[in-house]
C-alpha cells in the first residue's frame, strides 16, 4: 500500500517523482543559509571558476528532465503488464530491496564506463560531457545539469537498464529512482553538514565526486552515483582527505599526483 494508490499509477510516479524530488531536496540545499563553515569551497570560488549562471543551469536541469520523463513514460508502456484486477501483486519487501541493491550495481556499472568513456573519448568530452564540468565548483541544483544527449546515454538510460536487468515492478522503481535522485543531488551539494547519513553510508559521497570536478581530479572518481567499486578496481580512485580550509569550511584535498 503506498499513497498514491488509487489516485495515480505507478508508471506515472515512477515517471514524475524523480524530477519532483530533484527540485524539492535540490531547492531545500538551495535555500539553506549561507553555511559557510561548511562548504567544501569557498563562494568566491564558485563565482570565479563556474562558466555558467544559475539560469542557465535550471534551463539545462529541466531540458534534460524532459528527455528523461519522456524515455521513461515510453519505457513503462512497454513494460506494463496489464492485469484483470488492475493492480499486480508486488514481490516481498526483501526481494524488493534484493532488486534495488542489484539496480544500484548495475547503474554504477553502466555510468563508470560510459563517463570514463566520455572523459577518454576527446570528441565526446569536448562537444557533450565538458557541459557538466562547466560547474567546477558543484552545487545542489546544477547536478543534473547535463548535455541533452548525456542526459539520455548516462542517466536516463543507465535507469532504463537498472530497472529492466533488475526486474523490480514500477512501484518498486519509484523508490530506487527518486533515491538514485536525491543521491546524486547530495553528491553535488556542495557541502559537508554533520549527520548527513549518505557521507556516513557512502564512501562515493559529496567529497569523493567534488574531487572529480577539480581540475586535477576530472580522470579521477568517475564511479556515480553509489559505490566506488570500478574505480578501486580499475585504478582510477583518487585518494583525497578533508581538511579544514583556513578561510573556513573544509576542503577535500587530493592526496598524490598520478601520472
Ligand atoms: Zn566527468
Ligand atoms: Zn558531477
Redesign the pocket.
Known sequence: MVFWEGYISDELMGTFAPIVVYWLYAGVYQLLPSLDQYRLHTRKEEEQKNLVPLPSVIKGVLLQQLVQATVAGLMFLATAKPTSTGSITQPPLLVQLIQIVVAMFLMDTWQYFIHRYMHQNKFLYRHIHSQ?HR?VV?YAIG?LYNHPLEGLLLDTFGGAISFLISGMTARTSVFFFCFAVIKTVD??CGLWLPGNIFHVLFQNNTAY?DI??QLQGTKYNYS?PFFSIWDRLLGTYMPFSLVNRQEGGFEARILKKTT
Open positions: 557538466h560547474l558543484p547536478a553528491d553535488h565526486h572529480h570536478h556515480q
